[in-house]
């Protein structure tokens, strides 16, 4: 760019009259008028119905194969019909969970598992001002296998902090038979002060729990595939049975989900070894799908929330594309499968039946979550707004992939003789335990 070219670039954009246009060269808004994210420029008034949103981190690790199968689990496939689904949701790593998971809430690398940078939850808390009651955070323990899941309500950003985050609760902190803390000392014990409740939410909160622990409402219902009787499963199931109580409760924004017992598919060596193999992921698959289908029926049962309420569900990876010579299924760096994971999202904003088979990324998530909850922009995320998602798309620019999503090549598949030994093993599980009959 010239001299020349500059001063009449400045000129124009001094007077406003830029106009950004759309893939048919069509103008969108001009200058000024609208939100910059990364490449784009978004509307400043989207005027989304949603007003309260459900995100489901489906960890950990869900492979495309079994939930987009319909015998496995028909209910996903069903929301996948209702919504847009996105075949093509790429994450640069595959085996750190515990990072994995806070990557997706603040939309760039995490260092360390406690957020360092603003969760979605944190800006739209920040730039609505909306109340500390309306944004949660559910898991169904704190730890598990190495990884921390309770520390994710808040970021330790100075712009942010506690101050901005979530209400957490962590399920087997709260619902075991041995606790015998009163409605008040549980909001004592587990909701920190400097989250910002008022005394008349707190006071909420107390009255909610002591209903949900008089009727034991957190106790999932019953399923056709039992649950593994183990805290990680037990509290999955608490925390999708509790959502949409909280939901009606208190119609919070935001309530993010973190479920974390898919990761049975390999937690230990050994074949049959401790309930962790591809069987046990296989049960966790068809179980969690028969909870996430009755939670939804639950929402759109009311007449209010199913006008007002979406739903997106993502894992935090993918899965290996074959069952290893263990009898277990991996996500391990370098396999197609374990990085190109999918993301659902139902509701009444989103494209109905629609289905991306764009590149998108995992960082992604975090600034399409703020701008769709609160119309601004997730400032310190390296992702861009998922503009395909939205219903009327002439009114939003087209989807870049950031620079940020870097695409290493994925390592070659098993060789001739690691597939031959991985057969054996199949078949030696067919005939004793009836594993994949």
């Known amino acids: ?24 060269g069509s103008p969108l808004w001009e200058a000024g008028a609208g939100i910059p994210m990364g490449t784009m420029v978004l509307p400043e008034n989207p005027g ?69 940078f603003p969760t979605w939850a944190n800006y739209v808390r920040k730039k609505t001002g909306a109340p500390a009651s309306d944004f949660w ?24 902090g506690l101050r901005y985050g979530s209400t957490s609760l962590t399920m087997n902190k709260i619902f075991y038979e041995e606790n015998k803390a009163t409605p008040r000392e549980i909001v004592d014990l587990n909701v920190e002060k400097a989250l910002g409740h008022t005394e008349k939410e707190r006071k909420q909160l107390e009255e909610f729990l002591a209903d949900v622990l008089a009727r034991k409402s957190y106790l999932p219902p019953s399923t056709k595939r039992p649950l593994i009787e183990r805290d990680v499963q037990v509290g999955d199931a608490q925390i999708i049975t509790l959502t949409p109580q909280i939901l009606k409760a208190f119609k919070p924004k935001l309530i993010d989900v973190q479920v974390l017992a898919l990761d049975d598919a390999h937690a230990d060596f050994g074949y049959w070894n401790y309930n962790t ?3 046990e992921y296989v049960k966790h698959i068809e179980t ?3 909870l996430l289908g009755k939670m939804w029926k639950e929402i759109q049962a009311d007449p209010y929330l199913r006008e007002t309420t979406s739903l997106l569900i ?24 374990a990085h190109h994971a999918w993301m659902i999202a139902v509701g009444p904003d989103f494209r109905k039946g ?30 861009h707004v998922r503009t395909q998602l939205f219903k009327d798309q002439k009114r939003f620019p087209a989807y870049t992939l950031p620079t940020t999503a870097a695409m290493p090549d994925p390592k070659p598949g098993p060789t001739a003789e690691e597939r031959r030994v991985a057969e054996k093993v199949k078949e030696f599980a067919r005939s004793t335990v009836g594993y994949g009959d």
Request: hydrophobic letters at 30%; aromatic letters at 12%; one cysteine or more.
């Open 1 to 24: 760019m010239n001299r020349r070219s500059f001063l009449k670039y400045s000129a124009a954009l001094g007077a406003g009259s830029l106009v950004t246009r759309n893939a048919t």
């Open 48 to 116: 989304f119905k949603t007003k309260h949103l459900i995100t489901v981190i489906y960890g950990a690790g869900a492979r495309k194969k079994e939930v987009f199968d319909p015998a496995m689990a028909p209910n996903l496939a069903k929301l996948a019909t209702e919504g847009t689904v996105f075949t093509e949701d790429y994450g640069e790593t595959a085996n750190l969970h515990g990072f994995m998971y806070t990557e997706l809430f603040i939309g760039r690398d995490a260092p360390s598992q406690t957020p360092r």
């Open 137 to 160: 955070t559910l898991q169904g323990l704190s730890y598990y296998r190495g990884w921390t899941y309770d520390s994710k309500h808040f970021c330790t950003h100075p712009e942010y």
């Open 277 to 279: 193999d591809f069987v």
């Open 288 to 290: 969690t799908d028969e």
């Open 314 to 337: 993502r894992p935090e990876c993918g899965r290996d594309d074959e069952v290893n010579i263990y009898g277990q299924l991996g996500h391990s760096e370098g396999n197609y499968y």
């Open 354 to 383: 629609a289905v991306v088979n764009d590149l998108v990324q995992r960082r992604d998530l975090c600034p399409t979550i703020t701008y769709f909850m609160s119309g601004q922009n997730a400032e310190h995320s390296t992702g």
